[in-house]
């Protein structure tokens, strides 16, 4: 079999059962799909915003942040983060994915271990198989699980990797207890905090933040392309941390820089957090709690999660991609999740709620999917 046929072989396969993934426009459809939960995505700082004539906002970084690409701004972004996010040093990378790669895979050796949660992002998994450590499942949100591995752990060095809010059922982790496990036992807590940065704790600070453990964690990683609606993401830690990652994490080191345009965005999207970041996530939490009051009593098989993210489980590629596309068809953006995002039998349809939505929209979804 020649490359070309093992390719059309692969596609065919995954057509044959309801996977096939394919990219379309969602400009004209009503938003429950998109990460952007405080809106802040829709606003054009650049637009909106005059530029201090003392910043130069160039198309590119040009390149590497260890050749031509590293800039003021840069260091002003991660002299914010330090500040809003309390803690010691931050460091800026492209994406979510390359931060959580790039963490792993450095400070992770082959005789370590790492305990992770079953529901992390594939962005850890990748992290984690490059790492060459050893990597072992606990059961998710189970700190009783994770404290019987721990109990049995050998390795000098061990890691313990969760996230704040998870991507798919919307749950929160039990930081608190979690933090205290690790604590006891002396090992490293690493908490990503993608879905849980602009959302949750003081003016979205995240979650290590309202429960005030910020100084309890070896590593946090805070994604900038959701609810701060732009684009990167960053490593908060002590400085110590940072200097390691810049003369040995690879994603950084070979990684163009993020644009100034970019950076700038999300400096503004954080400041806009700093004025009026309480508001919106109250008008976020309305939509939240409307959604919940109006699904609480009915079908079990919704997910009614405290966070933004819900979901309605429908069992089977085929009876979840009818329902999304006769909700496309309805002028609504909510996609199906299949496996192996999620396990057999919990295929979804994954919604998000924003402060944008009106009652009129979610009464309008609800119809579509009951």
């Known amino acids: 079999m020649n490359v070309w046929d093992r390719l059309e072989g692969k596609l065919q396969d995954r057509k044959s059962k309801n996977l096939y993934r394919s990219l379309f426009s969602n400009e004209s459809l009503i938003d429950f799909c998109s990460n952007d939960y405080l809106g802040l995505a829709r606003f054009s700082a650049s637009q909106h915003l005059e530029i201090p004539s003392h910043i130069h906002l160039k198309d590119g970084s040009t390149g590497s942040r260890l050749l031509s690409g590293h800039y003021e701004l840069l260091e002003e972004l991660e002299a914010t983060l330090c500040r809003f996010h309390k803690a010691d040093a931050a460091l800026v990378f492209n994406s979510g994915y390359t ?32 790492s060459q450590a050893e990597s072992i499942s606990f059961k998710h949100n189970d700190p009783n699980d994770l404290k019987d591995k721990l109990t049995k752990a050998t390795s000098k060095n061990v890691f313990v990797i969760i996230e704040a809010v998870y991507s798919m059922d919307g749950d929160v982790a039990p930081l608190v207890e979690i933090a205290e496990l690790c604590n006891k036992s002396g090992v490293n807590l690493i908490v990503d905090e993608a879905h849980s940065n602009g959302v949750i704790g003081p003016k979205g600070a995240g979650l290590c933040v309202l429960e005030g453990l910020e100084d309890a964690i070896f590593a946090r990683i805070y994604t900038f392309g959701k609810g701060i609606g732009s684009h990167g993401a960053a490593i908060l830690g002590k400085q110590l941390l940072k200097d390691y990652l810049i003369n040995f994490c690879r994603p950084l080191i070979f990684s163009t820089a993020p644009t100034p345009h970019c950076t700038w965005t999300t400096l503004q999207h954080y400041s806009t957090l700093q004025q009026d970041g309480e508001q919106r996530i109250q008008l976020l939490h309305k939509n939240i709690d409307y959604f919940r009051s109006k699904t609480n009593r009915s079908q079990e098989n919704f997910l009614n999660s405290h966070t933004a993210i819900q979901g309605v489980i429908i069992s089977g590629n085929e009876h979840v991609m009818e329902k999304a596309y006769q909700l496309k068809e309805a002028g609504i953006d909510a996609r199906p ?31 579509v999917l009951k």
């Not at 271990?113 to 198989?129: F, K, N, P, Q």
């Not at 995002?341 to 979804?365: A, P």
């Open 99 to 130: 931060a959580n790669l790039g963490l792993i895979a450095t400070v992770c050796r082959k005789n370590d271990l790492i305990l992770y949660d079953e529901l992390v992002h594939a962005s850890i998994h990748d992290g984690m198989r490059m």
């Open 337 to 367: 999740i299949r496996i192996p995002s999620v396990e057999k039998g919990k295929e979804r349809i994954r919604i998000c709620l924003h402060s944008f939505n009106t009652s009129e929209e979610i009464d309008q979804l609800l119809k």
